[in-house]
């Protein structure tokens, strides 16, 4: 149990184009979800935190418009990278989690990779 | 911010041979977590040790967690190939705090 799925795996754009990504807990509901974003060779920075039917919290120097967050049910959140660009390239990674204020083990996606040209 | 800093940044041993990765916190924690993550790949949790916890055994892994020092440390005992991944510690201090992670150990066993 407690599968997280991501899609797309892969996306290659065009610099000014918005691109939408999904997370999606498979067989639990999700209290709340996280993305995160990794750069190659290094660790996860969390860029914001979302629970069901409110509103994200973003980590500081996160900028909300640029990255969208919705998080319409207990099974599905999405980023949208909006006017992505190349600095926006990136390995996103999101993760659910079922415990919240308890233990916080958290269950991860598979990460879609996000080339910006 | 990170919280946690693993040594070494890379290990490269022999299959068979024990793999030691550190983990090192600053503040205090409900529970200390390590995940493994594979190239390209999402994070996987691989045990979970709490604050009043001294050693946890699963598998091939042992954890040990010292608070009074702040650090943790992951043993992968005849480790295999497929044991080649990055794995990170991440700390969870409780309540709707959220997971902090380290910058990881890149293992790489040769067969």
């Known amino acids: 149990g407690a599968v997280v799925s991501q899609h797309p795996s892969w996306v290659i754009c065009k610099s000014g184009t918005s691109v939408k990504i999904e997370c999606r807990s498979l067989d639990f509901q999700a209290t709340t979800m996280f993305w995160y974003r990794q750069f190659p060779k290094q660790s996860l920075m969390l860029m914001a935190t979302?629970?069901?039917?409110?509103?994200?919290?973003?980590e500081q120097g996160v900028e909300k418009d640029k990255f969208l967050i919705n998080h319409a049910s207990l099974t599905l959140s999405t980023l949208t990278v909006t006017s992505a660009h190349p600095e926006d390239s990136s390995f996103y990674i999101c993760?659910?989690?079922?415990?919240?204020?308890?233990?916080?083990?958290?269950?991860f996606g598979p990460g879609t990779r996000l080339l910006v040209l | 911010s990170q919280q946690g800093e693993e040594d070494p940044q890379a290990l490269s041993i022999q299959e068979g041979e024990n793999a030691t990765m550190n983990c090192s916190y600053k503040?205090?924690?409900?529970?200390l977590q390590w995940y493994r993550q594979n190239s390209g790949r999402g994070l996987v949790h691989l045990i979970l040790i709490r604050s009043n916890e001294r050693e946890k055994h699963s598998g091939r892994l042992r954890v040990t967690l010292d608070t009074s020092k702040k650090s943790s440390s992951l043993l992968i005992t005849a480790s295999r190939a497929a044991d080649t991944a990055s794995y990170f510690c991440a700390t969870f201090r409780g309540g709707y705090s959220t997971l902090t992670f380290g910058k990881g150990t890149m293992l790489l066993v040769s067969p």
């Open positions: 993760s659910a989690g079922r415990d919240r204020g308890l233990e916080e083990t958290q269950y």
């Open positions: 979302s629970n069901e039917g409110s509103k994200a919290t973003y």
């Open positions: 503040t205090s924690i409900n529970n």
